[in-house]
């Protein structure tokens, strides 16, 4: 045992080497890189049916938000057949207390919120199973991209635990039938019928994915990141308010975008039958 008088400046580092090296970091249970301006984000730990656990929120937090001016979209998918299962359930248990569950459920809080709050377009890649917490993030994304046999549950009464936090964005991408029939039966939606209740944006085989994916980033990459941002910013906005006041915004917007270098850029290209060249900037 060290007491403190044998500790120097000389010695601490020392000791210091020893304590740390004897709890390496938890292996990261994501996948990120960044090409093009576009970020790939893969939930890898497929073990666990990509559970949303503290860790792995925190996790998507910081690669979501990780700023960088040429970043363009954000995709998000996972490794394995199910996209994510929710929650890890064995961190809700009375062993870890009330304090733990609440920094879990503020993680996730901060998380969804995020995405809609970033200025550039989320894609998710769903190939696979989305169930409870899974399914929020899915709903919680700009665009969806679904395999034909993917499904998307909120099964958690089930097991005791009502899906209040990822019916929040659910019910405001579905209709209200559609919404209560998930969350108070628990029972799986095709991605056929997801779509059609409008939490998939489109269908398309397996084989398919990966091409229909990149079709949706290319189409985000042609446009103006500027203008995209101050889009994708209003479009959430409008949604909470009554539609009077949605216009009277929406107008003043418009001439907003129009004023803007790249607004008179997209105009000018349209008349003169050019591509345009973007500035990409706010002004």
Known sequence: MFAPR???????????????????????LLQVSQENGVRSITLANPKTRNALSLQMLKELQEAVSREDPSLR????????????AGHNLKELTDKEGRSY??????????????????????VAKVNGVAAAAGCQL????????????????????????????????????VPRKVSAHMLLTGLPITAQEAQRAGLVSKIVPEEELDAEVQKVVDAVLHKSKSVIALGKK????????????????????????IN??????GISSFIGKRTPSWTHLDD
């Open 260 to 265: 803007m270098k790249d607004g008179q850029e």
């Open 101 to 122: 569950h609440l920094k879990v459920f503020e993680e996730c809080t901060h998380l969804m919120l995020g995405l809609q709050r970033l200025p550039v377009p989320v």
């Open 138 to 173: 899915v709903a919680s994304c700009d665009i969806v991209i679904a395999s034909e046999t993917s499904s998307f549950s909120t099964p958690g009464a089930s097991v005791g635990i009502f899906c209040s936090t990822p019916g929040i964005p659910l019910v405001r991408c």
């Open 234 to 257: 209003f479009m959430y906005r409008q949604m909470e308010m009554g539609i009077e006041e949605a216009y009277r915004e929406g107008g003043e917007l418009m001439v907003q975008n």
């Open 73 to 84: 979209c954000i995709t998000i998918e996972a490794q394995g057949k199910v996209f994510s």
């Open 6 to 28: 044998l500790l120097t400046r000389r010695s601490w580092p020392v000791l210091a080497n020893r304590l740390f090296s004897q709890t390496p970091a938890r292996p990261s």
